[in-house]
């Protein structure tokens, strides 16, 4: 069992896809601070409001000495189109990074075509010879 997995664990396949991940994560973060950083700002004019902080309140919270916000209950919608505009620009990129390599990697070339056996013509001039004999 354990030659099995390490046969399993050392497919080329399985390696590519771990660093795949590692890449896709390291990406990921790239892109978050992208949105974050640049998109939302941009956005944020629109609404005259942090775009990541967008949100609907239900119920109205109570403010403390501090200033601090209790028991607001609040639908945060800023953070979920921020993630999803992060969800589709690296599904995006992603796209385009496996369509590109799918166009670099080179066409299989077709197996060599196992040797021919005779033709039809020939086993039958062959038949026909030897009932001459």
């Known amino acids: 069992m354990l030659k099995e997995f390490k046969d399993f664990a050392m497919k080329g396949n399985l390696v590519d ?31 005259n409001a942090d775009f990541k902080d967008l949100k609907f309140v239900i119920k109205e919270g109570v403010a403390d000495e501090a200033g601090k916000i209790t028991g607001e209950v609040a639908v945060l919608y800023g953070e979920f189109l921020t993630n999803v505009i992060d969800f589709i620009i690296v599904a995006f990129v992603m796209f385009m990074i496996v369509k590109g390599v799918n ?25 026909r010879d030897l009932l001459k004999k």
């Open 17 to 47: 896809i771990a660093v795949g991940f590692v890449m896709g994560a390291a990406f990921n973060k790239v892109v978050s601070s992208f949105t974050g950083g640049i998109v939302s700002p941009l956005i944020g004019l629109l609404f």
């Open 103 to 127: 166009a670099l990697k080179k066409k299989e070339e077709p197996a060599p075509e196992a040797p021919k056996g005779p033709t039809q013509e020939e086993l039958l001039a062959e038949i």
